[in-house]
């Protein structure tokens, strides 16, 4: 496949199955967040801005040379925050309109107040939304946002989003060394948002030095320089897993990973 192509697998992902990845910015790595451990690396354009930047056409015609009738499911993630991208809608509608498949949005929830975006989002069938720490200090140094990007405004417009979507809402709370000891914090936050399911995320690919779009993705080893994260243990995540799910009574998925792919 094209190697600048703003589609690219499928590849396997435990959740969803075979995951045809739609990448609308592939010209940068972009994002309102700068998470530590971002498979990315730094990201290279940090904002809040919606902006064109790679055309509905291009995406349409590179889906339409890829193997999409072997995906289960079709994602919208790649080099950042999805819902960045001006045309999502649009290219949520295209697909739509060209294959049978249904359409997953991984996002992190830093534009879900905009009207506009939570129109795009309509089209889809899923919404995934990150939510990793539980106090506004972790936040900031775990997510690492944009200037005036706070936690509780995310919480606040996810639950709003919830309120108001009527297709399938996931949370991913990713779980790292600097905020694993918080993770009961996030019970009220769950509480209130009322989600569908609740991933149990730990890294699995290393933090690379610099972006390179061959990072979007991969589930295989990586050859590029990067520095090793620390997965959670079973233990951990067993832990995590049942006390989430016995304090909200949501569906907690969680399933264990024995390292971190080098
Ligand atoms: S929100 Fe996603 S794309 Fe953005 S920095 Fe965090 S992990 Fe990377």
């Not at 940090?46 to 289960?72: I, M, P």
């Not at 390179?212 to 997965?231: N, Q």
């Amino acid at each position: 496949m094209d190697k600048s192509s703003a589609v690219y697998g499928p590849v396997t992902s435990w959740r969803v199955g075979r995951s045809l990845g739609i990448d609308l910015l592939c010209i940068n790595s972009i994002c309102s967040f700068n998470c530590t451990y971002c498979q990315l690396g730094f990201i290279q354009l940090r904002t809040l801005r919606r902006g064109l930047f790679v055309s509905t056409e291009k995406v349409l015609d590179d889906l339409k040379k890829s193997d999409w009738q072997s995906a289960d499911i079709i994602t919208f993630s790649g080099s950042g925050e999805p819902t960045l991208a001006l045309n999502l809608g649009e290219v949520i509608q295209g697909v739509r309109a060209l294959t049978d498949k249904p359409i997953l949005v991984l996002t992190n929830g830093s534009l879900l107040d905009q009207p506009e975006v939570e129109r795009d989002l309509q089209g889809a069938d899923r919404v995934y939304v990150k939510l990793d720490a539980a106090t506004e200090r972790t936040f900031q140094l775990v997510n690492r946002p944009v200037k005036g990007l706070t936690l509780k405004k995310i919480v606040d417009s996810t639950a709003e989003f919830r309120r108001r979507h009527s297709g399938y809402l996931g949370i991913q709370c990713m779980f790292l060394r600097n905020n694993l000891k918080e993770f009961e914090g996030l019970i009220p936050l769950l509480n209130r948002i009322r989600p569908d399911e609740v991933q149990i995320n730990s890294p699995t690919r290393p933090y690379p030095q610099s972006w390179i779009l061959s990072s979007r993705g991969s589930h295989d080893g990586v050859d590029y320089p990067a520095k090793p994260l620390k997965p959670l243990s079973q233990k951990e995540g067993d832990l995590i897993a049942q006390t989430l799910r016995e304090a909200t009574g949501l569906k907690i998925v969680w399933r264990a990973r024995t390292r971190v792919k080098k």
